[in-house]
Nanobody, 116 residues
Framework: QVQLVESGGGLVQAGESLKLSCLGSGSDFGSNVMVMGWYRQAPGKQRELVAQNGGSVSHYADFAMGRFTISRDHARNVLYLQMNGLKSEDTGVYYC?????????WGQGTQVTVSS
């Protein structure tokens, strides 16, 4: 089993920054977690990829390039998403995802609201 718990969301003004964290735990969480990523879902829209990290390779959605940075602390089992220059369109629920042993795991999400 893998459990993912996100934190760090909140209400900010446009142009400000937030850093999200995703803590992984569980008996199956460890070096078998090949890929971790951040997704988001705005009201009335589909969930979309923000950024993901697999080993030394990171991939970003176009809207995240240059503003968001994904990083992973393997020792602490934490995935981060540093978000700078936030815009109102970044508002949504941000979810952490992990791929381990062919299975997909999701966290419960953390709300990010950016006021303009």
């Amino acid at each position: 089993q893998v459990q993912l718990v996100e934190s760090g969301g909140g209400l900010v003004q446009a142009g400000e920054s937030l850093k999200l964290s995703c803590l992984g735990s569980g008996s199956d969480f460890g070096s078998n977690v090949m890929v971790m990523g951040w997704y988001r879902q705005a009201p009335g829209k589909q969930r979309e990829l923000v950024a993901q990290n697999g080993g030394s390779v990171s991939h970003y959605a176009d809207f995240a390039m240059g503003r968001f940075t994904i990083s992973r602390d393997h020792a602490r089992n934490v995935l981060y998403l540093q978000m700078n220059g936030l815009k109102s369109e970044d508002t949504g629920v941000y979810y952490c995802k992990a791929l381990a042993d062919g299975r997909t795991y999701w966290g419960q999400g953390t709300q990010v609201t950016v006021s303009s």
